[in-house]
């Protein structure tokens, strides 16, 4: 069983910054993608940025440049730097990875719990 734990969001004013980590534990083999993913209150789910284990990123129009993305292999974690925050980017963030667990070299996909973003003033 793989477990996706994220921590650091809240509540943080306009143009302020905020910083997401999560976690990937239990039964790993190997983790080929991590990625961040938002949903905001009647909206559906987005992709905010991904990294794969090489490093290779990719971000959505919305948050280039005010977004970073980067990954600790050791550790299995993924962290979101978040810069220059406005109120659309007021979201439940998700930790999303494909991970193939012990004994296994296909990925499945796991979700985190989230994690409330809020800006505002």
């Known amino acids: 069983q793989v477990q996706l734990v994220e921590s650091g969001g809240g509540l943080v004013q306009p143009g302020g910054s905020l910083r997401l980590s999560c976690a990937a534990s239990g039964s790993i083999f190997r983790i080929y993608v991590m990625a961040w993913y938002r949903q905001a209150p009647g909206k559906q789910r987005e992709l905010v940025a991904s990294?794969?284990?090489?490093?290779?990123?990719s971000y959505s129009g919305s948050v280039k440049g005010r977004f970073t993305i980067s990954g600790d292999n050791a550790k299995n974690t993924v962290y979101l730097q978040m810069n220059n925050l406005n109120p659309e980017d007021t979201a439940v963030y998700h930790c999303?990875?494909?991970?193939?667990?012990?004994?296994?070299?296909?990925?499945?996909?796991?979700w985190g719990q989230g994690t409330q973003v809020t800006v505002s003033s």
């Open positions: 990294i794969t284990s090489s490093g290779n990123t």
């Open positions: 999303n990875a494909a991970v193939a667990p012990a004994g296994s070299i296909r990925p499945s996909n796991y």
